[in-house]
């Protein structure tokens, strides 16, 4: 029995320092190599949607609010990350994919999030997921060779 308690301890404070080691934007926007720095900011918009709910829930519409900012802001560092490393996604698409596919995620957490909020209160979410709706058909554009990034090179 203390055995279990030791193991369930452990395993509790390693997912509080992963919280808190990605709890911190300003640490993803020191990270130099951009291409990581895309997926660090997109890791850290997935972990904040995983509190959205209970914000919700518990902290009221303006503490949701604030999660979203920061989801939004998330998101617009990791477009210009991957838009400033100058990468060709055809050529290079490893975290041109890794993002596309982790912007995917993000709007099928959000809009599953949606379902579960009040109708009155799905209005507030409705320009992040366009946002990140946008954000996700350009990068694949460019994996698919059809976006700006095809142009650019």
């Known amino acids: 029995m ?7 301890v452990a395993v509790t404070l ?4 992963r919280i808190a080691a990605s709890a911190d934007l300003s640490a993803v926007r020191a990270e130099s190599n951009l291409q ?4 660090k900011a997109l ?3 997935a972990d904040v949607v995983k509190t959205l709910d209970k914000a919700y829930h ?14 939004r802001e998330s998101v617009e560092l990791a ?5 400033e490393s100058g990468r060709n996604p055809r050529r290079h698409p490893k975290y041109f994919k890794r993002a596309e596919l982790k ?3 993000l709007l099928k957490r959000l809009g599953d999030f949606e379902d579960r909020m009040a109708f009155d209160d799905r209005e507030k979410l409705a320009p992040l997921r366009a946002y ?15 976006g700006e990034w095809q142009a650019k090179q």
């Open 58 to 71: 518990t902290g009221g519409l303006a503490r949701t609010q604030e999660l979203l900012a920061e989801i």
């Open 36 to 39: 990581k720095r895309s997926d």
């Open 43 to 45: 890791d850290y918009a």
């Open 79 to 83: 477009y210009t990350a991957l838009k």
């Open 2 to 8: 203390r055995r279990l308690r030791t193991i369930l």
């Open 132 to 146: 990140v709706q946008k954000v996700h058909d350009e990068i694949l554009k460019g994996v698919l060779g059809a």
């Open 14 to 17: 390693l997912s509080c320092s």
């Open 103 to 105: 912007t995917r995620d």
